[in-house]
């Protein structure tokens, strides 16, 4: 039981829809991210948030975007959905970014575009 | 740029054996954590293990252990008496000093334990 929190736990839409996806973290942990994992692959990461504010992004669109809020949660948006964005999405956190420091991850939400 | 290479797409182990997952990295900082966790089919991410760069004792935690070969860049779990409950996918990982990384994954090893 890491403590995160992810909703919802399952979501279809269709393709060009918006989704919102949450997680809630645990008191104190002020870096939040956000990874893809496609079938079959390990996850990719999204961006990272520190504080509310992002300070780091991987490969992913504009379209992708997101916010954290002082009371450690978050949200992932997904505007313009392709096929492609069907996927496991993972959140997790972590008292800092430095390397050492362990990401505890929620249990996911399973997105099918359609 | 960091990678992580999983070579083996899947490993079958005898319940109560010893089991290797291997695991390869790349990285051109000094400063770097390597990470292990477990996926049951359920999707959630369980940290096992964490092995610092500069660590000079192999990490353990209970029935995990890091085989950690700093020159080779190999970084190995060894899960000790394998257990049905230990099926999963296994995911190694890695964090470097350069600014402010995520985690970055291999593509992933399946343990079956077999009864």
């Known amino acids: 039981e890491t403590g995160v929190t992810q909703s919802p736990t399952h979501l279809i839409k269709t393709r060009g829809q918006q989704v919102t996806l949450r997680c809630s973290s645990q008191?104190?942990?002020?870096?939040v991210s956000w990874y893809q994992q496609a079938l079959g692959q390990g996850p990719q990461f999204i961006f990272q948030?520190?504080?509310?504010?992002?300070?780091g992004r991987g490969n992913f669109p504009p379209r992708f975007s997101g916010l954290q809020f002082p009371n450690y949660s978050s949200e992932l948006n997904v505007n313009a959905l392709e096929l492609d964005d069907s996927a496991l999405y993972l959140c997790a956190s972590s008292t800092g970014t430095g390397f050492s420091y362990e990401q505890y991850f929620g249990p996911g939400t399973r997105l099918t575009v359609t | 740029a960091q990678k992580i290479t999983q070579t083996q797409p899947g490993m079958f182990v005898q319940e109560k054996e010893a089991v290797t997952l291997d695991c390869t990295y790349d990285t051109s900082d000094p400063s770097y954590g390597l990470f292990w966790y477990k996926q049951p089919s359920s999707g959630e991410m369980i940290f096992l293990i964490y092995q610092g760069s500069y660590d000079q004792q192999n990490a353990t935690e209970g029935r995990y252990s890091l085989n950690f070969q700093k020159a080779r860049k190999s970084a190995n779990l060894v899960i000790s008496a394998s257990q049905l409950g230990d099926s999963a996918m296994y995911f190694c990982a890695m964090r470097d000093k350069s600014g402010n990384t995520p985690l970055v994954f291999g593509k992933g090893t399946r343990l079956s334990v077999i009864a």
């Open positions: 948030y520190y504080r509310e504010e992002e300070n």
């Open positions: 008191s104190g942990h002020n870096t």
